[in-house]
């Protein structure tokens, strides 16, 4: 049992710390809400690590806190954690994955169904299909009553595709009523469905994550360096108590990603257990800190012009996907009551 | 990162296992939850014997020598021991003063006589109580005024301590003192043994809320101390309180969370008995408690190996506040649960709630204690915002 980072993750952690810093400031989060191509640049960078996808769920998971951090946008949450998870699981075409492996090729999953729950479904319309726009390919997850199946198809076209529109524009989320047009499918067993799940789970807890992390350290620079009535205003407990509150939040979800990333990696009985448990806190974290961060910042929070609301708009959106808070709570009680 | 224990680890946590199952007494099973944040007034003959035996065996502080009743275990391993010490509910002693708080401060201060008294601590041989709280020096614990005045070879001692676990029974006190009443408050604070038997020691039962009399006062009234029982620089006692509240708390994690996952498990079990098993807010609730406790769970063993290395990890500031926050929700919401009889003692109540009516409220009442006793929730979010944190005192 190892908490601490090795020395590889160390490095990769600061490695991918400065890429991000220099090619994922606010001022590009800002140009991509009217831009959708500026991520380009970016993805230049992150594709690099796109063999993270097939690696170990603890070092995916260090690299997708970063990137919830910086509320990255472009495809890499959907090719690299979801669409290349998938195709590990199901022990897809072995040129396909290698294609992704290199970020050569991108691709998105589309499993949610209509109602926008990530479960096995028999539903044709299928939502929050992240960042398809980006993807040459898609693969749609479809189950009968017995059985499930994966079918990779290429990108349908703009106009077969609805975008979902939510609060953060650093990803784009769409809906495709797919019709008939699944054709030859992968069989996918429910221990490889279960599998891709766990982690997709994680994952997507390590984006929350990073993003109420973000929210949380830009609170307490701001309490630091504002002054009222003459000293910083996080000398007064009132704002000391919320920030301490917020970083036990931030500090127990982030421990809580760690075990359930070594879990996975471990494939240990309680995997799937911890993958629930990590994104629930990371959601219970990701409410509180983008809550509490504008208000600790005040007025100035509230303002377009102000950095804060590029990030909290990826916590806000991240806590509600890959199921809410309440979902995983209520898939825990489902195995306490059981 | 990784999950799994080594070939070593699991060695090792074979051998306890084997230890506990041919050496635990039945009593030790049959204890309800022990770890309460204050101590009992007396202690129990059975346990006495087992933390000897403990001791005897090396299983008593397992990182420690032999000598000192260990063998010199690995950090990894001393929580391996101390999971399976709560897992399987089996208490250790009942007076941790002695071995949690006087022990490794009288190890780490002490000359070598004062060093000598740390195995009997262990042992349970010699009960101790620590003298730190005073009627007007609780969380503000540097503002006390319990006064030592040198005279010759003894300090002559007068004051009042109280919340002081043990008192009643204890032969000794590590007792916190004002030896420079004109030095800052930090820098004026002494550390002394005082042999409970000295005249001029009053020891007066404490009862609270829940009845019992878990607690003492303790008056001191022109008590004359040995010199030589100073522990440590005179005026460097506050350094001293650093350290014994750091082994406090340091410890408390693993019971802690153990108790908060049984109090989830009694939760499922009383949302059955009552006929809320399918109420989706009790389900949610409940299963949020289970998040909790199994998050703190994964930042306790995060923050173990510094711990056990010697140095305090700001997760311990964390686990303190949060398992006992938590634990309090727990039992309000099994209260809840209970609806009407929620704060029923027992005669009355429907038999069908069977143990069940008056042991939360009870349990509700008793964590009280915990989000105050060995530093407040306040206190502990005033470290976390200042010492981790780095925000600038007010």
């Not at chain 1, 000293?231 to 007064?236: A, M, V």
């Not at chain 2, 614990?141 to 676990?165: I, P």
Request: net charge negative.
């Amino acid at each position: 049992m190892d908490f601490t980072l090795t020395d590889e993750q160390q490095l990769l952690v600061d490695t991918l710390r400065t890429v991000l810093a220099n090619e994922c400031p606010p001022s590009l989060l800002r140009e991509h809400h009217d831009c959708r191509g500026a991520h380009a640049p970016l993805w230049e960078h992150l594709r690099g690590f796109a063999e993270l996808g097939r690696g170990d769920a603890t070092d995916a998971c260090l690299v997708f806190d970063e990137l919830g951090y910086a509320a990255a946008p472009g495809p890499f949450f959907a090719s690299v954690g979801l669409f290349a998870g998938l195709l590990e699981a199901i022990d897809a075409d072995s040129a396909l994955r290698d294609a992704v492996a290199a970020g050569e090729v991108v691709g998105t999953v589309a499993a949610a169904d209509s109602q926008g729950i990530w479960h096995a479904n028999d539903d044709l319309v299928k939502t929050f299909i992240p960042d398809a726009d980006l993807a040459q390919l898609i693969a749609v997850v479809s189950a009968t009553d017995d059985a499930m199946f994966v079918t990779i198809l290429p990108h349908p076209g703009p106009s077969a595709l609805a975008e979902i529109e939510t609060v953060d524009p650093s990803r784009k989320y769409f809906r495709w009523d797919t019709g008939d047009e699944i054709g030859a499918a992968i069989p996918c067993t429910p221990m490889q469905w279960r599998a891709f799940l766990d982690r997709s789970f994680a994952l997507a807890s390590a984006e929350t994550l990073g993003a109420a992390r973000r929210c949380f350290s830009m609170a307490l620079e701001y309490a630091k360096e504002r002054e009222q009535f003459d000293r910083p205003i996080g000398s007064f407990q009132a704002i000391q108590h919320k920030l301490a509150e917020m970083s036990l939040l931030v500090e127990r979800a982030t421990a809580a990603l760690h075990y359930a990333a070594m879990a996975i990696d471990a494939d240990h009985a309680d995997r799937t257990s911890a993958c629930h448990v990590a994104k629930a806190a990371a959601g219970v974290a990701a409410r509180r800190c983008l809550k509490d961060s504008i208000q600790i910042h005040g007025g100035i929070g509230y303002t377009w012009e102000h950095d804060l609301h590029l990030f909290l708009r990826r916590a806000t959106v991240a806590e509600t996907q890959f199921g809410t808070t309440s979902w995983h709570h209520d898939r825990l009680a489902d195995v306490l009551f059981a | 990162m990784k999950l799994d224990w080594s070939e070593t680890d699991e060695r090792f946590r074979g051998e306890l296992l084997a230890f506990l199952e041919a050496k635990t007494p039945p009593e030790a099973t049959r204890v309800d939850f022990p770890g309460n944040a204050s101590g009992g007034d007396a202690i129990p003959a059975w346990l006495r014997a087992w933390q000897a035996t403990l001791f005897d065996h090396g299983w008593m502080i397992p990182g420690y020598p032999p000598e000192l009743g260990g063998r010199n275990c690995t950090p990894t391993q001393t929580m391996i021991y101390l999971e399976e010490f709560a897992r399987r509910r089996i208490p250790r002693a009942t007076h941790f003063p002695g071995y949690a708080i006087v022990a490794p401060s009288l190890l780490e201060f002490g000359n070598e006589q004062q060093r000598s008294l740390a195995p009997a601590a262990i042992r349970g041989d010699t009960v101790w109580c620590v003298g730190m709280s005073e009627p007007n020096a609780g969380s503000d614990l540097a503002s006390l005024r319990t006064r030592a005045v040198r005279d010759g070879d003894v300090f002559v001692v007068n004051g009042q301590k109280v919340w002081t676990s043990y008192a009643m029974v204890a032969q000794q006190c590590f007792c916190y003192v004002r030896t420079d009443p004109d030095a800052p408050k930090h820098k004026g604070i002494s550390l002394l043994i005082i042999d409970m038997d000295t005249p001029g020691i009053e020891v007066r039962p404490l009862t609270h809320i829940t009845g019992h009399a878990d607690f003492a006062e303790v008056f001191f009234t022109d008590v004359k101390v040995p010199v030589a029982n100073l522990v440590g620089e005179l005026n460097g006692g506050w350094a001293l309180t650093q350290g014994s509240l750091a082994h406090e708390r340091a410890g408390l994690w693993v019971d802690g969370v153990a108790r908060l996952e049984q109090t989830v498990r009694d939760l499922v079990d009383l949302a059955k008995l009552v006929g809320r098993h399918d109420d989706s807010g009790v389900r949610r609730a409940i299963a949020s408690m289970f998040e909790q406790a199994s998050s703190l769970r994964s930042l306790g063993y995060k923050g173990f190996a510094s711990y056990a290395q010697g140095s305090s990890a700001p997760e311990h500031s964390y686990m303190k506040m949060a398992s006992s926050e938590a634990g309090k929700a727990a039992f309000e919401l099994g209260m809840e649960l209970l609806g009407p009889f929620g704060a029923a003692t027992g005669a009355g109540s429907p038999t069908t709630l069977g143990d069940d009516t008056g042991r939360w409220v009870t349990s509700f009442y008793v964590s009280f204690a915990n989000t105050i006793a060995g530093g407040s929730s306040e206190i502990q979010r005033n470290i976390i915002a200042q010492r981790v944190l780095g925000l600038p005192r007010a």
